[in-house]
């Protein structure tokens, strides 16, 4: 059921990468721990927020493109790193990721697992995104070095990461798990009603062309 999930995935990496950027999680913790008492009486370092920033996203596919619709309508300027570049795609294209990392501060991963993106996002491209760089994984864990990560947040490298994936679930680091400037979900991104309802709707469609005898709508090569 290709694409199926692809808006209610956008949705969850759009709420993560705004969590993330604009720090909840750490604000939360204040709340809960009773640091908070009023805006008046505690300044802490406004944040940039969404507009104007610069969004990369690792894998223009389906996902990619509903995201990068919802980047633009918070201003944010959108450019990617496929394979090769889409056709009318309206987005600046990067040939290679430390290309678009070097220009992005928000790195979106919303590429496919496979031999060539094992450990893609390394110490080096995080580096890249600075200190006020965010990296955001809705796709598969196994595309970020963990470890590199967990270092990168911990020393400041990177200012924070919105996680709904993670490389050897369901074990998610406690030291992962233990940074304030990490927002995690427990891979959710699909986990939407509508989702659910169009990949059964494909397998359906699916299921009676093939017994009608006609072309299915979305095959798979074997």
Not at 24 to 34: D, I, N, V
Request: hydrophobic share 50%; charged share 20%; glycine share 12%.
């Amino acid at each position: 059921s290709p694409g199926a999930k692809a808006v209610s995935v956008a949705d969850v990496a759009v709420g993560l990468m705004t969590a993330s950027v604009r720090g909840f999680h750490a604000a939360e913790l204040r709340l809960r721990s009773g640091e908070w008492q009023g805006n008046a009486a505690q300044r802490i370092r406004p944040r940039r927020g969404l507009a104007g920033r610069r969004l990369g996203i690792f894998g223009m596919g389906a996902i990619g493109r509903e995201i990068a619709g919802r980047a633009r309508a918070f201003g944010m300027q959108v450019g990617y790193h496929n394979r090769r570049r889409r056709a009318g795609e309206d987005a600046a294209y990067f040939a290679t990721l430390p290309a678009l990392a070097d220009w992005c501060d928000v790195l979106m991963v919303a590429v496919r697992a496979s031999d060539a993106t094992q450990h893609a996002v390394d110490a080096a491209i995080l580096a890249a995104l600075g200190p006020d760089g965010h990296v955001i994984n809705i796709a598969r864990g196994s595309v970020i070095d963990e470890a590199a990560l967990i270092d990168a947040l911990a020393r400041g490298t990177i200012g924070g990461a919105g996680l709904d994936v993670y490389e050897h679930e369901p074990v998610v680091p406690p030291a992962l798990l233990a940074l304030p400037n990490v927002v995690a979900l427990p891979h959710i991104g699909g986990a939407s009603q509508d989702a659910q309802a169009a990949m059964q709707a494909m397998v359906i469609a699916n299921l009676d062309a093939f017994f009608a005898g006609e072309s299915l709508p979305t095959p798979v090569a074997g």
